[in-house]
């Protein structure tokens, strides 16, 4: 039975496990689509749903919320100016979990989640270890920052 288990630990403890929730939840607000562990993203989806939820309101409240979470503080307006109209007609279901080829050196389930509606080429599901690398290389991260579009190809091993 699960009893008790409402969420993953991650193997961390609670401040560890905030910490790290708090850094992919920035990136995946930041970046729209970030790769990161199965456990992590699935952790994820109930985190950015939430933040989502809270730009809607737009109370003083959840902008206390959203500061608190956001770790880089000029992300926040992102989230609730473009975030927050993009998914005004959207009850719930902002985020996507895609499960791509396990990871080259110990094996570990990855996935790549990302933000709905988010303007990114879609991401088609790769079958093999040469799609999964062709199509790393392809992906790109866009940013909005303070209006301005920015597109950068990130290196190995950052969000994408």
């Given at each position: 039975?699960?009893?008790?288990?409402?969420?993953?630990?991650?193997?961390?403890?609670?401040?560890?496990?905030?910490?790290?929730?708090?850094?992919?939840?920035?990136?995946l607000m930041k970046?729209?689509?970030?790769?990161?562990?199965?456990?992590?993203?699935?952790?994820?989806?109930?985190?950015?749903?939430?933040?989502?939820?809270?730009?809607?309101?737009?109370?003083?409240?959840?902008?206390?919320?959203?500061?608190?979470?956001?770790?880089?503080?000029?992300?926040?307006?992102?989230?609730?100016?473009?975030?927050?109209?993009?998914?005004?007609?959207?009850?719930?279901?902002?985020?996507?979990?895609?499960?791509?080829?396990?990871?080259?050196?110990?094996?570990?389930?990855?996935?790549?989640?990302?933000?709905?509606?988010?303007?990114?080429?879609?991401?088609?599901?790769?079958?093999?270890?040469?799609?999964?690398?062709?199509?790393?290389?392809?992906?790109?991260?866009?940013?909005?920052?303070?209006?301005?579009?920015?597109?950068?190809?990130?290196?190995?091993?950052?969000?994408?």
């Amino acid at each position: 039975m699960r009893h008790g288990k409402k969420f993953r630990k991650l193997g961390r403890d609670r401040r560890h496990r905030q910490a790290l929730l708090k850094n992919l939840a920035t990136a995946l607000m930041k970046h729209e689509r970030i790769v990161t562990t199965l456990a992590k993203a699935k952790e994820l989806k109930r985190v950015g749903d939430r933040m989502i939820t809270h730009a809607k309101r737009g109370t003083p409240q959840s902008r206390k919320e959203l500061d608190r979470w956001m770790k880089e503080k000029y992300v926040v307006p992102k989230v609730l100016g473009p975030l927050a109209k993009r998914y005004e007609g959207r009850e719930g279901g902002y985020t996507r979990v895609l499960r791509i080829p396990n990871r080259k050196g110990d094996q570990a389930e990855m996935a790549v989640i990302e933000l709905v509606e988010n303007g990114l080429p879609p991401l088609p599901h790769p079958k093999t270890i040469e799609e999964y690398n062709r199509l790393q290389t392809q992906m790109t991260a866009r940013s909005v920052i303070n209006g301005v579009e920015q597109i950068n190809v990130p290196p190995q091993g950052t969000p994408v």
